[in-house]
């Protein structure tokens, strides 16, 4: 037994070395970058929340660690939001579960002591702006990247909670427009109703997600995150206290044949566009 162990340790090693990890933490002085990682889109699937959520957590952990700044290894996209491949003709434990960890990733972010920047270079859609909305800041690129909750394009209903955000975020009147009509918008737009704070050329993404970040860390500790806390805590809470039923609306919601219909349409369209790209 005690001879099998360096065998085991190795092969866990090598495998540990070969498997591209969904999240990169790059720690520099008092912050991190944490980049997703997940080609080629970023989609959120349930292994990729998962591990935002504990990179999240591992840096609030850090006592050296006061801030982060989210970004993406592909600088060309953001995040395509939830992985539609989770939805589309699920196994209900595994939707399930899925449904939690995204809940769970939400909550985190939204409310994590940490100081939260998003350095946003591409495409921004549903949950990838709903990521984007739990940071403090957002810096994005100007020039073609998108970012909005869209799900009404695709025949889905965004959830209560990032209806909040996006409301705590701009407002309750540019939310009805955005996620009635399923808008996403440029970076230029997206200063005028509030959604990003910054709108900069993409070489300058970092170093002024890096400037906003030490903005918020020049204040006081204590005062930031009591304060941080004071704004988002009714919010989450108002999920907290209905995670089971929000949970269960999704999964009866995501399994109808209606729903299912409109997510086997716009994977299809997907697809098309791919392949459409792929052969110029
Ligand atoms: C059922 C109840 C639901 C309750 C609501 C829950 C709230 C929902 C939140 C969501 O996030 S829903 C997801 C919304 N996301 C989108 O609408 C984005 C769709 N994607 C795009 O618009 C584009 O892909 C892009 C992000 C702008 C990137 O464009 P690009 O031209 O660079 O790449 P593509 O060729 O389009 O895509 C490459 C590859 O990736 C696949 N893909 C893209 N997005 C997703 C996704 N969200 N989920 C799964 N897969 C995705 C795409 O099909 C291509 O695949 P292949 O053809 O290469 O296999």
Same mark, same amino acid.
């Given at each position: ?122 495409? !921004?859609? /549903?949950?990838?702006?709903?990521? %984007? &909305?739990?940071? +403090?800041?957002?810096?994005?690129? @100007?020039?073609?990247? #998108? ?73 006081? !500790?204590? /005062?930031?995150?009591?304060?941080? %806390? &004071?704004?988002? +805590?009714?919010?989450?809470?108002? @999920?907290?206290?209905? #995670? ?37």
């Amino acid at each position: 037994m005690l001879r099998c162990l360096p065998t085991f340790r190795a092969r866990a090693a090598r495998a540990m070395s070969t498997t591209p990890s969904l999240v990169q933490i790059e720690k520099k002085d008092n912050y991190a970058i944490v980049r997703l990682s997940r080609a080629p889109v970023n989609s959120l699937n349930m292994e990729l929340l998962q591990a935002i959520d504990e990179a999240v957590q591992s840096l609030e952990q850090d006592k050296n660690i006061k801030g982060m700044i989210l970004s993406s290894t592909n600088p060309k996209i953001f995040s395509a939001g939830l992985d539609i491949t989770e939805m589309y003709q699920p196994k209900t434990k595994r939707l399930r579960e899925f449904w939690r960890a995204f809940q769970n990733t939400y909550l985190r972010l939204y409310t994590t002591p940490l100081a939260t920047v998003a350095a946003i270079e591409g495409h !921004s859609p /549903a949950g990838g702006c709903l990521l %984007a &909305m739990c940071c +403090d800041s957002r810096v994005m690129s @100007l020039g073609g990247p #998108l970012i909005g909750l869209n799900e009404t394009k695709l025949g889905i209903v965004a959830p209560f909670w990032m209806r909040d955000v996006m409301v705590n975020t701009i407002g309750h009147r540019e939310t009805e427009k955005m996620l009635g009509l399923g808008l996403q918008v440029n970076a230029l737009r997206g200063k005028e109703i509030g959604l990003i704070d910054e709108a900069v050329p993409v070489e300058q993404v970092h170093s002024v997600a890096e400037k906003l970040l030490l903005e918020w860390l020049s204040i006081p !500790s204590s /005062a930031r995150k009591l304060t941080k %806390a &004071m704004m988002r +805590d009714e919010t989450a809470q108002k @999920l907290r206290s209905r #995670l089971d039923e929000d949970r269960s609306n999704f999964v009866d919601f995501c399994e109808t044949d209606k729903v299912q219909s409109a997510l086997a349409g716009y994977l299809a369209a997907l697809k098309k566009k791919a392949e459409a790209k792929a052969a110029k």
